[in-house]
């Protein structure tokens, strides 16, 4: 999902509003970057939109809500109402705790290499062989291969 239009159409707005050229955003970006951006010639990272909002004096969050309104056709008030339930859903399920455990003193906490433990299919695992399922029944009521089933069976 590419948002170099709306990225373009809101930097032009901020810079025309601001009356401001580029010599102001040159600080944090070349020109030349600035004027693809702005032509949707180019995409941008979120480090880099971080830094020409500072650079623009405009909230980074407000100018990605403007980029999504323009993207779905919607005011930024609905995003901003869809994205409140969504970050209320996403605290209630405990997300915000588990983002504040992967950071400490400012940086990602390592994690041990291959893929992470999946809890709650470890759970099922145990709840269908607990219901007399074989390790294949399992694997196919969950999607999952045998050979995972088959790992965490006597778990």
């Known amino acids: 999902m590419s948002l170099k239009f709306e990225v373009a159409a809101v930097l032009r707005a901020l810079r025309q509003l601001q009356g401001g050229g580029y010599a102001r955003l040159s ?3 070349a020109r030349r970057t600035i004027g693809e951006l ?3 010639q180019t995409g941008v990272t979120l480090d880099k ?8 004096e405009f ?3 407000a100018f990605v809500v403007l980029c999504v309104s323009m993207q779905r056709g919607i005011s930024p008030g609905a995003v901003i109402e869809s994205t409140t339930t969504l970050i209320d859903g996403f605290s209630a399920a405990g997300g915000l705790e588990l983002m504040r455990k992967a950071l400490s003193d400012g940086e990602i906490v390592k994690r041990p290499r291959g893929k992470p433990r999946n809890d709650l ?4 695992i145990q709840r269908l062989k607990a219901e007399g399922k074989t390790q294949s029944e399992a694997g196919r009521v969950l999607g999952i ?3 995972t089933v088959q790992k965490h069976w006597q778990s």
């Open 38 to 40: 702005e032509r949707a």
């Open 59 to 61: 909230d980074l969050a």
């Open 145 to 147: 291969p045998r050979s």
């Open 121 to 124: 299919v470890i759970a099922e």
């Open 27 to 29: 600080d944090s970006t």
């Open 49 to 56: 939109l971080a830094e020409l909002a500072v650079a623009l």
